[in-house]
């Protein structure tokens, strides 16, 4: 490959992969306009169940459909497969933006996380195939530093479109984007595929994995979402769990089998799937829980939220390819044990955060502060910057080591089975210290407000720690929870 060759092919892989990981989070700031503007149809769909679904229908069906896509990545072609997702996930970013109503909306989310399960996995085994050395692991940095940074600036992002235009930039802004990306596969990206790859596509077995991950997905979303009050989350996910520990005997069995069982003979590849789901879970518990403290507890507002996360952010893009390179070189094992470390202290610092701190309240007129408040400099600033170094340190040879470990031919299916670990382990984390939220929430409640019925209906619905109490609530119980709860958490 050319050098020029080589700069198309990471711009391809880097704005498909982006996009299909920013859409996330940039939409989830659209949902309350959604829901707000656009009809229901035919379901009479309410507020907050539209926006359930406008964001679940993407999230679990990209999930779901992961390993399925790195599987037919390594099966027909990566090229060829990418470049079928980054058209498919143009076209239903436009469907989204044009959506005349939520059924719809919901319909093309649905779509357009399938063709996102196309895209994800393989723009890692595309890197894979066509680099090696040093200049992989200066690859996979770029990748890593640029995938991290989207999670991180999506809320920002979302904000800026969402408020400055409409909605439905939040999925318009795809498109030209997805042009670029094709145009530069189409010019510049080798093809690869497994070459051993013979005989019948196992079918049945990405049924089993899809209904294990789609299981466990919707099962720990709609469990939140209920504050595991219903049996529905408990139902799917027993059949989530009974499908993974099915999915092993089938591929056992299977000639054909869609995921190699011997990849998790190499301890490399299982070990760092397990650090990827407690290490994400980590990262997304921190931003989930950081943005509720933020505005809930200390005051601020949501751009001051949003450029909070800048600075790991910019360490994320400066310097995670300097790491990938000397992961490359000198092995990723230091790097993966230095950078969690790293980040631990991070959050021991911000979690010596006083729940007065001064808040910083960005861009609202005569009131607003354009230079950071001193409790940002003080309490928040030093604690997210070591974070975001563990962060820089860690991705980078994370993913170098999980690509290494596996033959070059079954690249598709390990980075589909690492994506789908982190994307489904992440909420599952999320929802374990949920439930002690919960718990401490509901018990700080009773100690503040005594004789307070915290287990009536209106009192779950009006006051749940994830959601902003209306009017009808009583002040000194809003207090309790905004003021008493959080704080206690970033405490312990």
Same mark, same amino acid.
């Given at each position: 490959m050319t050098k020029t060759q080589k700069?198309?092919?990471?711009?391809?892989?880097?704005?498909?992969?982006?996009i299909v990981f920013l859409d996330t989070s940039v939409v989830n700031l659209a949902l309350p306009k959604i829901a707000k503007e656009l009809p229901s149809r035919l379901l009479s769909f309410g507020e907050l169940e539209a926006q359930a679904y406008v964001a679940n229908g993407y999230f679990i069906t990209l999930s779901a459909l992961l390993i399925l896509g790195g599987a037919l990545n390594d099966y027909f072609g990566r090229k060829r497969m990418f470049a079928v997702g980054l058209a498919g996930f143009g076209a239903t970013s436009l469907l989204c933006g044009i959506a005349p109503n939520v059924e719809l909306l919901i319909l093309f989310r649905v779509l357009q996380g399938a063709t996102g399960a196309l895209v994800v996995p393989g723009s890692l085994s595309i890197i894979t195939a066509s680099f090696e050395?040093?200049?992989?692991?200066?690859?996979?940095?770029?990748?890593?530093?640029?995938s991290a940074a989207t999670t991180i600036l999506g809320p920002l992002i979302g904000g800026i479109l969402v408020n400055s235009i409409s909605w439905r930039a939040a999925f318009l802004i795809n498109v030209p984007l997805l042009l670029i990306a094709y145009y530069a596969t189409v010019r510049n990206v080798p093809e690869s595929r497994d070459e051993a790859a013979s005989g019948h596509f196992d079918w049945l077995g990405s049924a089993v994995v899809a209904l294990a991950v789609a299981g466990l997905a919707f099962g720990t979303i709609r469990g939140q979402q209920q504050?595991?009050?219903?049996?529905?989350?408990?139902?799917?996910?027993g059949i989530g769990a009974a499908a993974a520990i099915a999915f092993p005997i089938r591929m056992k069995r299977s000639s054909h089998a869609l995921v190699p069982l011997h990849l998790f003979k190499s301890r490399n590849f299982t070990v760092t799937n397990i650090s990827t789901f407690l290490i994400y879970g980590a990262l997304y518990v921190t931003i989930t829980f950081q943005g509720i403290f933020l505005i809930a507890t200390l005051g601020y507002n949501e751009p001051a939220t949003g450029v909070a996360g800048v600075p790991a952010?910019?360490?994320?893009?400066l310097f995670s390819t300097r790491f990938g390179k000397l992961a490359a070189r000198y092995g990723p094992r230091l790097f993966m044990a &230095?950078?969690? #470390?790293? @980040?631990?202290?991070?959050? &021991?610092?911000? #979690?010596? @955060?006083?729940?007065?701190?001064?808040?910083?309240?960005l861009g609202t007129g005569s009131s607003g502060q354009i230079v950071p408040s001193g409790g940002y400099l003080a309490d928040l600033l030093p604690g997210l910057v070591v974070f975001g170094i563990g962060l820089m340190i860690m991705v980078a040879p994370l993913t170098t080591c999980l690509m290494t470990s596996v033959p070059r031919e079954n690249s598709g299916v390990a980075s589909a089975i690492n994506n789908a670990i982190s994307r489904v382990g992440s909420p599952l984390v999320v929802a374990v210290i949920f439930v002690a939220v919960v718990s401490s929430f509901y018990g700080a409640i009773r100690e503040r407000v005594p004789g307070v019925d915290?287990?009536?209906?209106?009192?779950?619905?009006q006051v749940a720690p994830l959601n902003p109490p209306d009017e009808g609530v009583s002040p000194v119980v809003v207090r309790a929870a905004v003021h008493l709860v959080l704080p206690r958490l970033a405490a312990h």
């Open positions: 700069r198309g092919t990471m711009l391809a892989v880097i704005l498909g992969s982006g050395g040093e200049e992989q692991g200066r690859a996979f940095g770029v990748w890593a530093g640029a504050n595991w009050q219903e049996p529905v989350a408990f139902v799917s996910l952010t910019l360490l994320l893009a &230095l950078g969690p #470390a790293i @980040m631990g202290l991070g959050l &021991l610092y911000l #979690a010596r @955060m006083p729940s007065d701190s001064e808040p910083w309240v915290v287990g009536s209906p209106r009192f779950r619905e």
